[in-house]
């Protein structure tokens, strides 16, 4: 079972998290897994801007430690390599 304990959150972090979790299963970008609501695969933390705007991101350290690693990674190539190296500008 994955379940994590929450961090600490207060009423009004946890009401904007249920929101952003209602409009991305609305969207049908998430879905509940099975019957049982308890499962978490990841711990929701919401990051907050200083203009009011609200991000929900996920905490995935805890699926991390239940997933193997990869077996059978990709080839390095050149193209890999280069973007390592490529820079952004804003």
Known sequence: MLRRPSY???LETSKEIEK???E???????????????VEVTTPVLTTWNYGKSRL?????????YTKA????TKDTPCSRQ???????H
């Open 70 to 73: 990869d077996r059978y990674p």
């Open 20 to 22: 952003h979790v209602n």
């Open 8 to 10: 600490l959150e207060i």
């Open 57 to 65: 991101c996920g905490d995935f350290r805890a699926l991390n430690s």
């Open 24 to 38: 991305l299963l609305d969207m049908d970008v998430i879905r509940n897994i099975g019957h049982n609501k308890i």
């Open 83 to 89: 973007i390592g190296k490529i820079q952004l500008h």
